[in-house]
């Protein structure tokens, strides 16, 4: 028995070295144990032929950068998505952006936003915020992406630049028209902007003032809910400047001025009906405000609100000529408000406080706005104060003066 065993234990053995090809180390009793550097060399051979065998395995980790489904990744699912769904994504962040870098940052995000945000329906939904525009960054770059935006239809955009050019760069035939696209398109500012050229005669001479065209147009800007226009025209009608006198009717859209002025304030800041001073008025005995001058509401000035927030094509006109020292040109002056920034366009263009004398505004709207946030506490009579010309230009009737009525540009 016992020999039957060796010889079968040894005819394992040289069973074993004839098929793996090596011969291992034996124990006293003739058991084979394999070497461990022979076994890793065949394995590597094992491995080497079966990568001969499928060529294109080896190089499996460089393919699978270029290929995502190789490593389980799964595409990227913007490139699917449809131009007309990125446009309109697109329109809605314009038309609610807060400032030009909200859009500015979408932009620079890829290359097929940067294209698609050039889109004319993209640039049509502009808002206002987003196209305001410092006097400091303006740039043929900012003036051509207006002009585009202008040219997309956008009305916000037509009359910020027609401001621009007709105040600031003096091209008074491109931006009268820009702003005249932009009150076809029943824009109240640039119906209100464009009455005031009217009423002033701006870019010409005193003679092509046309008092019933101002009219016409702050009419229009009203009927919008323009309060700027409201005031206006409600002075218009009160002293018949344009239009058939009609103090009723004028006093009814001064107290409708007066009324949309308080709410717009009042909406946009519930907790201000707290506040006390809004509703009362103490008028210096001086000045006359008409029938219920008591009443801030039946006044020519209206309650004492916070001021508006500037238009940003008016801030930049203000910051423009701050940066030019406040002169606009060799003896010309800037409306005294300090949120209109409105130039003249011609020596004694505008028109002056009578009782003072050392304002003067460009409309009967950035009087009241002045008169109730400053003016109202520098204002001194005089008997008499003479211009620059030597020429006496004051009336004494506490109003800011008209030519050739109780009212007279200075």
Not at 146 to 158: M, R, S, T
Not at 330 to 335: A, E, K, N, Q
């Amino acid at each position: 028995v016992v020999g039957v065993c060796l010889f079968y234990f040894t005819f394992l053995s040289l069973h074993t070295e004839s098929v793996c090809g090596y011969k291992g180390m034996r124990t006293r009793r003739g058991f084979c144990y394999p070497n461990p550097k022979v076994n890793m060399c065949r394995e590597n051979k094992i491995v080497k032929r079966r990568r001969d065998d499928f060529p294109g395995v080896g190089d499996h980790r460089k393919r699978s950068r270029l290929s995502p489904g190789v490593t389980g990744h799964h595409p990227d699912l913007f490139d699917s998505l449809p131009d007309d769904l990125v446009v309109s994504i697109l329109c809605k962040l314009t038309s609610s952006a807060a400032s030009p870098a909200d859009f500015v940052n979408v932009l620079i995000t890829c290359k097929r936003l940067n294209g698609l945000g050039c889109h004319s329906l993209v640039l049509s939904k502009a808002s206002q915020k987003m196209l305001t525009v410092k006097a400091q960054n303006w740039s043929d770059s900012a003036q051509r992406f207006l002009k585009q935006c202008a040219d997309a239809g956008n009305v916000e955009a037509c009359y910020t630049l027609g401001m621009i050019r007709f105040y600031c760069l003096q091209n008074r035939g491109s931006g009268a028209s820009l702003m005249a696209k932009a009150a076809i398109s029943s824009h109240a500012p640039s119906l209100y902007s464009l009455a005031v050229i009217q009423f002033n005669g701006s870019g010409g001479s005193k003679n092509d003032k046309d008092l019933r065209a101002g009219v016409a147009l702050c009419a229009r800007a009203a009927f919008l809910g323009h309060i700027d226009a409201l005031r206006e025209l409600g002075h218009c009608l009160q002293d018949g400047y344009g239009v058939k006198q009609n103090i009723a009717e004028g006093r009814r859209f001064l107290v409708q001025a007066n009324a949309r002025e308080l709410a717009a304030v009042l909406s946009m800041t519930p907790s201000a009906l707290t506040a006390g001073g809004w509703l009362t008025w103490n008028p210096l005995p001086h000045h006359r405000h008409g029938a219920g001058s008591g009443c801030p509401l039946l006044s020519d000035f209206g309650c004492n609100v916070p001021a508006p927030e500037a238009h940003p094509a008016n801030q930049f006109l203000t910051e423009w000529f701050a940066s030019k020292g406040g002169v606009p040109g060799s003896g010309l002056r800037l409306c005294s408000h300090a949120g209109c920034g409105r130039p003249e366009s011609r020596r004694h263009e505008f028109r002056r406080c009578s009782v003072c004398g050392t304002v003067n505004y460009c409309s009967r709207a950035c009087q009241a706005l002045d008169w109730k946030m400053r003016h109202k506490a520098e204002c001194t009579p005089v008997e008499r104060w003479i211009d620059e010309d030597g020429e006496n230009d004051g009336n004494g009737n506490g109003e800011m003066g008209e030519e050739g009525q109780n009212m007279g540009e200075s």
